[in-house]
């Protein structure tokens, strides 16, 4: 079992940066591949970014590819999302994700554990 919470949300400015954080608990961190989503009401929830085991490979969705990073740290057992020249269209509530698996995966039913989410406001 994975328990996921995720911190850093908040409102920003179009242009501006903000970075996600996704601590983990449970002794299998290490081994999942991790994701971050977003949801906006009324919409599917939409893989973002995905990230193996180790952190070597790192998958993205072609909306965020260049200004969204996505890193690892399994001593601390957290995922962060660094979000930069963020958009008003970015504006959403934003989920991670754990799979178990040592892979990621851009399949949003292929992953096992959510956490609660965290709101993102980015105004114009």
């Known amino acids: 079992q994975v328990q996921l919470v995720e911190s850093g949300g908040g409102l920003v400015q179009a242009g501006g940066s903000l970075r996600l954080s996704c601590a983990a608990s449970?002794?299998?961190?290490?081994?999942?591949?991790m994701g971050w989503f977003r949801q906006v009401p009324g919409k599917e929830r939409e893989l973002l970014v995905a990230i193996n085991w180790s952190g070597f490979i790192t998958k993205y969705a072609e909306s965020v590819k260049g200004r969204f990073t996505i890193s690892r740290d399994n001593a601390k057992n957290t995922v962060y999302l660094q979000m930069n020249s963020l958009k008003p269209e970015d504006t959403a509530v934003y989920y991670c994700a754990a799979r178990s698996s040592y892979f990621p995966s851009m399949a949003r039913e292929e992953y096992d554990y959510w956490g609660q989410g965290t709101q993102v406001t980015v105004s114009s």
């Open positions: 449970g002794r299998t961190f290490s081994r999942n591949a």
